[in-house]
Every structure is written in C-alpha cells, then in structure tokens.
C-alpha cells in the first residue's frame, strides 16, 4: 500500500476522517488522559498536605526558605501551584529540573543535560514559560530529580498502543450488538428494472432508515406489499456496557500499578482506605519526599550545614486527616513519656506554638522507671 492510499483509508469518499479512526483516537487519548491525570492530581494534592519543616541547630524555624517552600516559590506560582507543575513534570517526563532565579524557585519547561563522570553535569537550553535562559547552569545550581530508571510514561503509552484498540473494539461491538436488527419482507410481481430498483433504495433511505435511526418517536407507514419484521438479537448474549467499564478499569489498574498508588484510591473506592492510604504513603508518597530532602539538604544546606544540623524535612504525617478527640490518649502519652513537649504536641494537629516556656518543657509521670531498678527490686525513679 502506498503511502497516499495508506492516509487515504483514513477518510470517507466524502473527505471526512472515519468515524472508526476518530473513535479510536479519542478512546486512546481520554482514557490515557484520565487515568494519568488522576495519578498526577492525586500525588500533587497529596504532596501539598506535607509541610516542609526547615531546621536550624536542630531546632524548627520560620524563615525565608521556609516561606519560599510553603507560600510562594516565585512571584507567579503559590506553592500548591509550584508543587502541581513539579509533580506533572517529574510523573510525566520521568525528570523535573528546578532552578534559582533572583532568590525564586521556577520549575523548567525543557532542558538539555550533560553528564560528567568526575566533573559537575552541566544544564543547558533551560526554558521556563517558553522562555529561554542562555546561562549553562551546574549541578551544585539547581535541584535535579528522576522519579525512575526507566521512563514509565513510555511503557503505559505503549500498553495503551494495543489495550486502547482493544476498548474500542469492545465499544463497536457492543453498539453493532444493541444495534436493531429488521426483516423487510417485499410481495411484489413487479418488474425487476434498474428503475424500480433505485425506487425501493429511495425509499429504503427515506423511510425505512429515518425510522430505524430515530432516537425521539418515529412512523413507519404501513403498505400492502411491504412487511417490516424486528428480528430477536441472539449475538448479544447478555453483554453490557459493564463489559466496556471492565476494560477501563484494567488500564486504570496498570496506571495504579506504574505509580505505586493502591488501585482503591485512584478509583474513588471506600473499602479499607486506611490500609491502601498507609501503603499509599510508604511506597509512592514517601521516595518523592525522601527525594525532596536529599535533593535540597545536599545542594542548599551542603555538607557543613547539615552536619550542623541545618536541614530541611518533608513532613508526611500530616497527610492523613484524623480528629483530634481521636487523638487524645496518644497525645497524652507522647506527652507522659517525655516524646513530646505540649508545644509539639500542637503542632502535631496544626495548632500554633504557645509562647510560654513552660509549653516547650518535657515531662515524664512517675509511672516510669529504670529497667535495672526493676530488676534488682530497686524503688521508682
């Protein structure tokens, strides 16, 4: 086949795509779309509810990078923003490069990278907003992520190659198995001329067509000579757009799986979300988090900072919504064991700080005691 007879097959002889291709393609595209778009929205979402803590001797504070990763990385973008366009890059292209201009994080449409194997990589032709930078930027300059070895969106585009061929499929199928099937009985001694022939097409499209197609109330008018028949259907064997449903929940259960994201979740399911919420967080949320704060201790605080204990961290716990009265007999513990102190007990649900000494003390009850003590017979501490 030639490649004019090749596009050619695409169209009608009236010049428009076939109705086949544009199912086809809008099948492909809006299911890959859906099941994408929900895996990126859910993680973006999902990394917005983790606060970033940044630390200084070991102590939390409030400063300007605190406020840069919280509030507002540039002037264009608030961090929810910020955070959405980096999680669509670094799920969608595998890798999100992010940059420092003018004190402001902007995450980088496009970029070249060259790799060294002693020396710094270089960035080159970074765009950001469709405009292009014309530094060259080092590895110790920007903060580089890769989600995995291999680019994944990659994989899912090719399984979509063939199962998004096969829903359409389904699709056609199911509509030629609905479809309403007729007997036309015709009694007629008449001659068999080309002009009676191309009578009974003319009334094969006027009528017979007009009726079967219509989806509000239609009149077939009765003749003598002509006998319309509905036939029983026996090809559908109980198939349902269910069988379609099925399909695309498949893709959705590959996606879910490319992602490490429990398939529950990204269905909407409500059946043990604890449990698919826990490893949720643990395999896909927590190696993006982890990955945040290697990125930027090693490159904003560096190794002397850190060593100080100057450092920031993607606070998970946060993730999940519990009530408070839940909360209590834990909270209470954390505070008898001397783990926490009633300010971080605070902090702990999203309540500011008290400023009085006494809310950052620690105490422990008298119901603890050494284990040696216990032991020997020795009194409580």
Avoid at 16 to 31: G, N, P, Q
Avoid at 115 to 127: P, Q
Avoid at 279 to 296: H, K, L, R, V
Wanted: aromatic share 12%; proline share 2%; glycine share 4%.
């Amino acid at each position: 086949m030639g490649l004019y007879s090749f596009f050619k097959s695409f169209f009608t002889p009236e010049g428009k795509l076939s109705d086949t291709i544009v199912l086809d393609l809008a099948v492909e595209y809006h299911v890959k779309c859906l099941a994408v778009q929900s895996s990126v929205n859910l993680i973006a979402n999902t990394l917005v509810r983790c606060p970033i803590r940044t630390y200084e001797n070991g102590k939390e504070i409030f400063g300007n990078n605190h406020y840069l990763l919280n509030v507002e990385p540039n002037q264009n973008q608030n961090a929810s923003q910020f955070f959405h366009e980096f999680v669509s890059k670094l799920v969608l292209d595998n890798e999100c490069l992010v940059i420092m201009q003018n004190e402001q994080l902007y995450v980088a449409d496009s970029f070249e990278r060259k790799e060294y194997a002693f020396y710094e990589n270089v960035y080159k032709n970074v765009v950001v907003n469709d405009f292009q930078l014309d530094k060259q930027f080092k590895e110790s300059e920007v903060l580089y992520f890769e989600l995995n070895n291999k680019k994944i969106k990659n994989v899912i585009d090719d399984l979509y190659n063939s199962y998004g061929k096969l829903i359409t499929a389904a699709m056609n199928y199911y509509k030629r198995s609905n479809a309403l099937r007729v007997k036309l009985k015709i009694e007629s001694s008449g001659p068999q001329t080309d002009e009676e022939q191309a009578n009974r097409e003319d009334m094969f499209n006027s009528q017979l067509k007009r009726f079967l197609e219509a989806e509000g109330a239609a009149a077939w008018p009765e003749q003598d000579d002509v006998t319309l028949e509905e036939l029983q259907n026996l090809s559908n064997s109980g198939r349902t757009s269910r069988d379609i449903r099925a399909l695309v929940d498949d893709i959705f259960d590959f996606v879910s799986t490319a992602f490490l994201i429990p398939k529950g979740l990204i269905k909407g399911d409500l059946a043990d979300v604890e449990g698919q919420t826990d490893n949720y967080i643990m395999f896909c949320i927590a190696p993006i988090a982890s990955q945040i704060e290697d990125e930027a201790n090693r490159k904003i605080y560096k190794k002397d900072g850190y060593l100080k204990r100057n450092y920031l961290r993607v606070d998970t716990s946060m993730i999940k919504y519990t009530d408070i009265v839940k909360l209590a007999t834990a909270m209470d513990k954390l505070i008898s064991s001397g783990t926490h102190s009633a300010n971080e007990n605070r902090m702990l649900i999203g309540k500011e700080p008290i400023n009085e000494d006494w809310a950052n003390e620690h105490y422990i009850t008298k119901n603890y005691q050494k284990a040696e003590n216990l032991f020997e017979g020795g009194e409580e501490v």
